[in-house]
């Protein structure tokens, strides 16, 4: 039986709304890391935001003011456009002739083509793609339509504002990793991932009205109950999306941290929750990490 798992990986990509922060206080959870010379402050992102959840709450533009660097997932206004493209179609394409029928079966494949039917989607349209980049577009289209847009995104938001300002935006990895990250998912997770997409399309907009109301307030109860189930019976993926990019970012929040300055890093907040989470690996290292308040 296909559990809510596949569903909330495609999300993970795209809406990672996961603060951490126990207090009721009216605002995202940001944590603050001492290093040996700079400061860093961790900041859980909404990739994907309404123009209707503008403005955002004061303590994001505080800790933006405050950093001389912005660090991200990805430098997104560093990207090379048709590099980009190529990228995404290398990867995303099936090989040797194959269609998204062959590698999801005839069953499945019905399923998913009446259930995109229903959404105004004609799957026949994705038929040379994997099936993990099928699930990443229908759920991005159906964002869209909701006015979830990444253009208007924190990321998008905070990258603009360096840009006009002149601060220094770093990226932790390129977008080529986090592709690959899809890409070498097993065919079946992958069909799974599909599937849950288009079995859950139909509840999305209350899921994401939700999941930003939480991220606004700080109500981290709520959605940590959500995050407790997205990966059981996964570890593998789990593993490759979650703890060993958090490892390796950490090693390199830890070397900003040993240079002059005042950092914000933004990643999508689901790294910065859990026993894995960039937060406690710092704690670990025996970092001075704590939650931080913009009037202190």
């Known amino acids: 039986m296909m559990n809510r798992h596949a569903r909330r990986i495609a999300a993970l990509c ?161 977008v080529e990793y986090q592709l690959r990250i899809f890409d070498d998912m097993p065919q079946a997770t992958q069909s799974r991932l599909l599937l849950q997409t288009l079995d859950e399309a139909a509840t999305l907009e209350s899921q994401m009205t939700t999941l930003v109301s939480a991220w606004r307030r700080g109500d981290s109860k709520r959605l940590a109950r959500e995050m407790g189930r997205n990966f059981q019976g996964y570890p593998d993926v789990y593993r490759k999306l979650v703890s060993d990019r958090n490892r390796e970012w950490v090693r390199q929040i830890v070397e900003l941290s040993a240079t002059e300055g005042n950092y914000l890093v933004v990643v999508g907040a689901l790294h910065l929750v859990g026993e894995d989470s960039v937060i406690a690996m710092l704690q670990d290292r025996g970092g001075q990490v704590r939650l931080w308040r913009a009037g202190r």
Do not use: C
């Open 14 to 174: 795209l809406v990672a709304l996961w603060p951490i922060q126990q207090a009721a206080a009216e605002e995202p959870a940001i944590w603050e890391y001492q290093g040996a010379r700079g400061t860093v402050r961790l900041l859980g992102s909404v990739h994907l935001l309404r123009r209707e959840d503008y403005p955002l709450p004061a303590s994001i533009d505080r800790a933006y003011q405050q950093a001389d660097t912005l660090v991200m997932e990805v430098d997104i206004d560093d990207l090379d456009p048709l590099g980009s493209q190529m990228l995404i179609a290398s990867l995303s394409m099936l090989e040797d002739g194959q269609t998204l029928r062959d590698v999801m079966g005839s069953v499945d494949y019905r399923k998913a083509t009446r259930q995109a039917s229903e959404l105004g989607i004609d799957l026949q349209m994705l038929s040379a793609v994997e099936p993990w980049f099928a699930a990443l577009t229908i759920m991005n289209l159906q964002l869209l339509k909701l006015g979830f847009d990444p253009q208007i995104g924190l990321e998008k938001h905070l990258s603009g504002k360096a840009r006009g300002d002149g601060k220094q935006v770093i990226g932790l990895e390129t």
